[in-house]
């Protein structure tokens, strides 16, 4: 258990489907982070909030929308994804986010199928 | 570009030593982390070195060469369940997290 949770673990949706993630984390920390892992591919950064501020957004398609109403929890609303949008999406929070060398805590990851 | 390089896949013994490379191009340099993961779990905090030399923590070691742009994670006395992919990170000048592909660890008995 690394004090970061996510829900669901396992996710199968249709192109038109509307569906959220969901990412708590229990540590206190106030920088909250997405991910996407590919197979065999690095982790790819989607977005940072610090504080519940977005302070990241790397050209990631508006078809994902993030929400962060407070420090403890972090959301990815998904609506017509595509198939190449199948993979493992990584929540993870570290003490702050910015200029520090903080390590980041991982929560499992949602696997998501889009059919 | 940045560019963080690492072998893809390798096989070791149980009970013996291994050393998974990671070799990195990056805009700048605040230090390298190494992560693993466990097939279907979070990734987990390791190692981090952001001065030359060797940190010695346990079964793991970790090693890093600025110079160089090269680490290493030395994994001995190997159990079946280190079994896992170990990912390579770089923090660069803008104090993002620059990854490498991950180095899946297979270990037979």
């Known amino acids: 258990e690394t004090g970061v949770t996510q829900t669901p673990r396992h996710l199968v949706m249709g192109m038109t489907n509307k569906k959220s993630l969901k990412c708590e984390q229990h540590?206190?920390?106030?920088?909250m982070y997405w991910y996407k892992q590919s197979a065999k591919k690095p982790l790819e950064l989607m977005f940072v909030y610090n504080f519940k501020e977005q302070t990241e957004n790397n050209s990631v398609p508006s078809r994902f929308s993030p929400e962060c109403p407070n420090s403890s929890h972090l959301f990815l609303h998904l609506h017509t994804l595509q198939p190449e949008d199948s993979a493992l999406y990584l929540c993870?929070?570290?003490?702050?986010?910015?200029?520090?060398?903080?390590?980041?805590?991982f929560g499992p990851g949602t696997r998501l199928t889009v059919l | 570009g940045q560019n963080i390089d690492q072998p893809t896949e390798m096989t070791a013994t149980e009970g013996a030593i291994v050393q998974i490379n990671c070799t990195y191009q990056t805009s700048g340099f605040n230090g390298l982390f190494w992560y693993q993961q466990h097939a279907g779990e979070a990734p987990t905090f390791l190692s981090y070195n952001v001065l030359d030399g060797l940190e010695e923590k346990g079964r793991f070691s970790s090693f890093l060469s600025r110079s160089k742009g090269y680490s290493y994670l030395l994994l001995k006395e190997l159990q079946m369940k280190d079994s896992a992919s170990y990912l390579c990170a770089v923090l660069d000048s803008n104090y993002q997290l620059i990854w490498g592909a991950g180095t899946k660890l297979i270990i037979k008995p």
């Open positions: 540590l206190g920390h106030n920088a």
């Open positions: 993870a929070s570290s003490p702050s986010g910015g200029e520090h060398t903080d390590t980041q805590y």
